[in-house]
């Protein structure tokens, strides 16, 4: 199975102010076709996760781009330019380039101060 | 736009069997790509994949469920489902179905889920 790893597990973020999540995979997430099978989630209090990032470093529809990903091989980041309130939740990063299974990193909790 | 409702018990008894409905409005489960995927997630904790299925029936399971799990499609009724046997405390969770893209014609992997339901929360409890 490949692992997840990210850090930290939680973040306390000033309105304003820059955040960054790590995302550490056990095993290269990039394909023969070229693409980097690395996702990024948000998962707002009570609700379902939501796609913020795909293959890397696209958002997603209606992302806004205070959000972007980076990162290649086995070394993702997330960041977030400018925290806003909307912006507390818990972050995902999920691997689908080897599965089963298909895996979610541990979570990072970011909270506003 | 897609939309994904989950449906059924709210209370399953331990040993029993668990049994879930995916119900996808504005698509359809017959296109070919994409996959349907059952997600859970227990209390305070993170996100587990449990499978999924493609349209033409072919399913993925994750080996920690997989002796116990069915995930089947009903494309008349524009669902997918899961049964989930043998059931304990463990198994307490909120479970989410999801859309993932995917083009089995291409030979590359499944992509990221992009809709998911708004979830359903499972006890298992007698």
């Known amino acids: 199975d490949i692992v997840m790893t990210q850090t930290p597990l939680s973040l306390s973020v000033t309105p304003g102010q820059p955040a960054s999540i790590s995302c550490k995979s056990s095993?290269?997430?990039?394909?023969?076709?070229?693409?980097?099978?690395l996702y990024w989630y948000l998962q707002k209090p009570g609700q379902s996760p939501q796609l913020l990032i795909y293959?890397?470093?696209n958002r997603f529809s209606g992302v806004p781009d205070r959000f972007s990903g980076s990162g290649s091989g086995t070394d993702f980041t997330l960041k977030i330019s400018r925290v806003e309130a909307e912006d507390v939740g818990v972050y995902y990063c999920?691997?689908?380039?080897?599965?089963?299974?298909?895996?979610f990193g541990g979570g990072t909790k970011v909270e506003i101060k | 736009q897609v939309q994904l409702q989950e449906s059924g018990p709210g209370l399953v008894k331990p040993s029993e069997t668990l049994s879930l409905t995916c119900t996808v409005s504005?698509?359809?489960?017959?296109?070919?790509?994409?996959?349907w995927s059952w997600i859970r997630q227990p209390p305070g904790k993170g996100l587990e994949w449990i499978g999924y299925?493609?349209?033409?029936?072919?399913?993925n399971y994750n080996p920690s469920l997989k002796s116990r799990v069915t995930i089947s499609v009903d494309t008349s009724k524009n669902q997918f489902s899961l049964k989930l046997s043998s059931v304990t405390a463990a198994d307490t969770a909120v479970y989410y179905c999801?859309?993932?893209?995917?083009?089995?014609?291409?030979?590359?992997?499944?992509?990221?889920?992009?809709?998911w339901g708004q979830g359903t929360t499972v006890t298992v409890s007698s």
């Open positions: 999801a859309r993932g893209h995917y083009d089995i014609l291409t030979g590359s992997p499944p992509g990221g889920m992009d809709v």
């Open positions: 504005g698509g359809s489960v017959s296109s070919g790509s994409y996959y």
């Open positions: 299925i493609y349209y033409s029936g072919s399913t």
């Open positions: 095993q290269s997430l990039l394909h023969s076709d070229g693409k980097t099978y």
């Open positions: 293959e890397v470093s």
């Open positions: 999920m691997q689908s380039i080897q599965l089963p299974p298909l895996t």
